[in-house]
């Protein structure tokens, strides 16, 4: 269900847009906040907002990865798998990431918490091994910090960061 | 050095964070947009920058002056710039921490160059990843432009130019101009090859701008200062200005440092970084992130200019040193790029798309004792096959193996004769049944299953 | 006009040819997957891979992105294109799936062509293929996506040429996906071109799916008989039945493509009820017997009540040969007829439109997308004559504006401007947007409100799009002739002369009603009399009897009384059931047929099978019953003009021995055009002689209709599907078609009480039906658009909910 100042919103912002085909990333992703990742719905959504067709939106979002077409937690982690990172044991941060969550990379917590996504180089080389949580950067993780961004996570479910 | 260098476009910087507005004004901001803005003709601008030599710190490094007198001049209707933030070069943070310290530097930089141009309306694009700068970019257009620096009649000048942050949803591609411009249209971000350059029919058919935003922030200073100045700040005789340049990988202080263009690349490794953690030793180093090739330690002196490396076959690329240690296997180095490259392919043409693919899968074999000798000129003629690939993607992809092949080959035959990788690396299987009866899926098929993980 | 030398050979080509076609003018196919002449340039295969020797560009280049120059020198077979061609081949083939021995593109396979000719046969890539899901297109495209070798052919056709929305690449890298958001038909009308283009099997033609290889077909160039645009196919057939169509390339009429309801409506012609044996009086008997019987019967009513009380059907659908020899029949005999056309508006009008398509002024439908402005008054594109959808969707791209003027409400896949409007008021509208289009538009607000004083809400639409059309130089106008009301035709012909003083030119087009339509005109001289008038005479008592050859009449209860009915025909037609005698015909694709296309191009249909029951019925799944007989079973049927030249000869006379005797015979003009003569592409006609009797007879509405009378001006509406005379049997056809609905103004199903899918009693002609109803903003009030088949001519209709259904 779309809200109806959320609908109006963005029914506004499209049509004051000379070129309202800019506006479909920004749509996308304000859905995606909104239901938390891009489902059906949202798709629908965006299509009767944007005038487009669901296969025309289908195929932006399935190129891009940051638009989440299954369900992620509230959390997202996009551990970063670049060859700064990888050269600083990335596998072994990702493993025990993915220990103590225990998932596999790719997949969500039982409790729809915590997404864990390799993601590719997010730019924070000089402070390999990063990764990106709900868009903040965090450097030079060793499994202490990961075990102690974790308990943070499930201590304040709440704290929603800027990029989703 | 006689004088020691005194940074310019991170004199701001500091670890308190982005600089505001009215520091940013109090220690020169906007001058050099009071002194251009009607006092000197967009003509008069795009002369200084040709004779500045200021060339493209995105990658490419084509010269953004003769780029922007291809525009066409005086023609109605609007025209574009696109100040480049995708950055997601492996290695390469230097336009996040530029943005991040100092936004009026880059902001300033554009509406100059929109002025040189001529163009009214810029798209500042920006990867998902770098969200909080984009917020912070936001923020401060929001100020700049009530502080009459952006919009209408920027002060008082009776020249209109508007920016706004046009955020990606993220894929390396995006950062291809061409794709780039697909992407804000809305449409799938391949690259568009052929046709009129972009600079002539792009945005909406407009001509249209791409420029890194490193590029872009030049722009101040060299009008302040003069085109003279920039030229001298570099240290080799065809350079220009200073670079910034990121150092990642062992090192001591890994980091983005600003220093004349064409610094030896001892200096900016074993100077600014601090050199190698204890116990480690140099072996390597990519020049400028995941799309150049492998710098053996012979060329550790090499001044980090456009023009010295491509003379010892090497790229500036985006300038940013990536440093591997002995203790670092270079083939694995190699697959997990080439798998990286192979992941973000758009998808477009055939040797990318497929070829990527089969190099990592040949690379993974190797890199877990499987490898075969005739993979190695296998390797070398696949990826010489790359030059033909529809954009340049491809061929930087295969950088890295290149010069892996040309200056560390006894590495790739070593995990051949011993069956194992001699550094002990150890490969994860790749996803799938290996003699299924029945389909084996690798990675999400149609449409719901589309995720951003890897493949 | 750049000369360039290609493999050793020199070749001149006309500025901005791509050197892959300027090689394909020598006869040297570069291989090539993803370019197609018709598709813009890709260079995402990379496979065209030749290496420049000399001139302005040198090295390895992708010919299909290289503009021919002077002074290049090309070597096609270089080594090192060779080589780096034979690697793309082995990229292509890293994740393809071995699938030949169950693919039905093998054996016409571009894949297979380019690698074995690419020399590219051992596997050497030691990792695991990528594999997908499928999806289900709908009942005609088949979907196996592991062999995608990522040309992007369909796509680009798909959104680019037809302008589809749902279907797409979806995904990245490796992994991308051509499909649909979710299983279902693809929505396109032309959907099944991706077939014909897809260079792999991942695209092919779910109706023909494991039915024969490419090797077991036979086939020969045809023509669609579905509507009268007459695009060109390619028929394939195996064992004696039709199992598949393909597009066949006509620059100047449907270009590379064809139109789904040509491609897959050809179940009419292997109908397991399709009659092949002589009937007489129910019982069966041989064609001989039959045609003696049915002389004798002739020649007893002939006797009895005159030779005038015998009248002959035909329709549109009938080729040129079968016209002729009825007509030549007729004449000799002094019988009524033939009577080809529904009735005198329809006549009239078809008779008027091909005068009006001068050698000048007739557009072909090619020549569509060189229009700079189209006019569409009472022609609905899509579903009447579905390819000319395809062309103004071309010149919409091309930036031409479209205007279509129609009661029912159109959809087109190109941006276009609708302006819904009463079939009387078409005229009046047409008026309008001339005066718009006129260089000097002083009058041009006095003329909206003077000529269309009843749509005030269209004015601001038209005023829009006046400058643009004062501003083209080519227009088009394009007129359909099922509109009721009189008037059209000859406002489209004053707005072709009011234009062309103006403009450099302006084209016509007219969509014509069947597929032969302009055929039948052609034997016309205006002195024929159509359906209703012998259904009339019928009624009067004049007609006794009724020869009726291959038509399908509504409503031919009226015939029961008839002293003798007799009908040829290929179809189980109501009309076949209910005659005396019956004698089976052959179809075009077993004797072939000359159809003349609404643009009046001649165009023959080459017969591709030998008559006769089909194998897959004959031996009902086993084996074929031993029969000792000669001849095939089932192959009594025989051409009509061959059927209808025996009872000729049987009468006495003297018929045709060549099918194209009686063509010459009923019009000189023809004579020399035997269809051994014709050009590839057709031979254009034109009817010159300005007929007695020519305009279209006036029928006048019976009564006032529109909001408040309680009665609706009925308009024909088409289907994609179903609705053209052929198609209407094929059962693909009829399922794909869906459930026949009436559409009315949501004004109208307001104020009547009648909401979407509510079923209503319509009262036409004195007969009641039942129907969906289907309301629509886009209609002007007053206007009921029902099935063709329901609808002879036009006429008023009443309309009421059905009792029994909720409030």
Known sequence: MLPEDLRETLAREISLAEHPKEKIVDVLYALQSHYGYLCDEAMRDAAELLGMTLLELEQLATFYDFLYRRPVGRHILHVCDGVVCWMFHQYSILDHMCRKLGVEPGQTTADGLITVLPSGCVGNCHQAPAMLVNGRFYGGLTPEKIEAIIDELRASPDDMGPCR | MSTPFSPVLLRNRRDSGPLCLEDYCSTGGYEALKATLNKRSPGDVLEMVVEANLRGRGGAGFPAGRKWQSVPKGRGGPKYILPNTDEMEPGTFKDRILVGADPHLVIEGVVLCAYAVQANHGLFFIRPSYEMDAELMEKEVGIARQAGYLGKNILGSGFDFDLVVHRSAGRYICGEASAQINAIAGNRPNPQKGGPRMAVQGLWGRPTVVNNVETLACLPGILQNGARWFKDLALTPTGSGSKLYCVSGPVVRPGCFELPMGAPLRDIVFGQAGGMLPGRSFKACLPGGASTAFLPARHLDVAMDFDALAAIGHRLGTGSIIVFDEDICLVGATLNMINFFARESCGWCTPCREGLPYIGEILRQIESGQGREEYIPLLRRMARNMDYAYCSFAQGAVAPLLGLLDSFEDELREHIARRSCPFGAVVPAPPGKTCATGPVTFGPTPCREGLSCRI | MPDLIIDGRAVTVPAGTPVIEAAQRLGIMIPRFCWHKALKVAGACRMCAVYFLDGPVKGLEMSCSTLALDGMVVDTGHPEAVDFRRWVIELLMVNHPHDCPVCDEGGQCLLQDETISGNHALRRYPGRKRTYRDQDLGPFVAHEMNRCIHCYRCSRFYQDIAGGRDFGPMQIASRVYFGRYEDGRLESPFSGNIVDLCPTGVLTDKTARFK?????????????????????????????????????????????????????????????????????RGLETSMEQAVTQLCARLKETAARHGPQALACLSSSRASLETLGALAGLAQSSGWTGPAVFSGPAQAGRTLQATLALSDTRACSLAEVAQADAVLCLGVDPVNEAPMLALALRQAALRGAPVLTADPRPLELP???????????????????????????????????????????????????????????????????????????????????????????????????????????????????????????????????????????????????????????????????????????????????????????????????????????????????????????????????????????????????????????????????????????????????????????????????????TGFFSVVRGESLFGSDALGSYSPLARRAAGEPVARLASADALALGLADSDTAVITLDGRSLEIGVRPSPHMPPGVLVLPGHLVLESGTARVGRKKGEGA
């Open chain 3, 212 to 280: 024969a290889r490419h090797w077991d077909l036979e086939r020969a160039p045809s023509v669609c008989p579905h509507c009268s645009l007459g695009c060109n196919t390619t028929v394939n057939a195996r064992y004696r039945e039709v199992v598949r169509i393909e597009a066949r390339a006509n620059a100047a009429v449907n270009g590379y493509f064809l139109c789904d309801r040509g491609r897959f409506s050809h179940g009419f012609s292997s109908l397991p009820d399709r009659p092949r044996k002589a009937l007489s």
């Open chain 3, 414 to 708: 190109l941006p276009f401007v609708h302006l819904p409007v009463h079939p009387r008021d078409l005229p009046a509208c047409l008026d309008a947007l001339i005066a718009l289009a006129a260089p000097a538009a002083e009058n041009a607000p006095d003329a909206l409100a003077r000529l269309l004083p009843g749509y005030p809400e269209l004015w601001p639409r038209l005023e829009q799009a006046a400058p643009a059309l004062a501003a083209c130089r080519r227009p088009l106008l394009v007129w359909g002739q099922a509109m009721p009301g009189p008037g059209l035709g000859e406002a489209v012909v004053r707005a072709a002369e009011v234009l062309s003083r103006t403009k450099d030119d302006c084209k016509l087009m007219a969509v014509l009603p069947g597929p032969n339509a302009y055929g039948a005109a052609l034997l016309d001289k205006g002195d024929r009399p159509t359906w209703r008038d012998v259904l009339a005479g019928v009624s009067a008592g004049r007609i006794k009897a009724v020869l009726a050859v291959e038509c399908d009449l509504p409503d031919p209860e009226i015939l029961g009384g008839l002293e003798m009915l007799a009908v040829l025909d290929h179809l189980p037609s109501p009309i076949a059931d209910m005659a005396q005698i019956f004698l089976p015909t052959t179809n075009l694709y077993e004797s072939g047929a000359s159809l003349v296309n609404n643009e009046g191009r001649l165009q023959f249909a080459r017969p591709v099978q030998a008559r006769g029951l089909p194998v897959s019925q004959d031996g009902r799944g086993g084996h074929p019953p031993r029969l000792y007989d000669l001849g095939l079973p089932g192959s009594d049927p025989k051409p009509a003009w061959e059927i209808l030249a025996d009872l000729q000869a049987a009468l006495g006379g003297r018929g045709p021995s060549h099918p194209w005797e009686a063509v010459a015979a009923a019009c000189p003009a023809l004579a020399h055009l035997a269809p051994e003569n014709y050009p590839f592409d057709g031979v254009r006609v034109v009817r010159h002689a300005a007929a007695p009797g020519l305009s279209p007879g006036a029928e006048a509405e019976a009564r006032d209709t529109g909001p408040g």
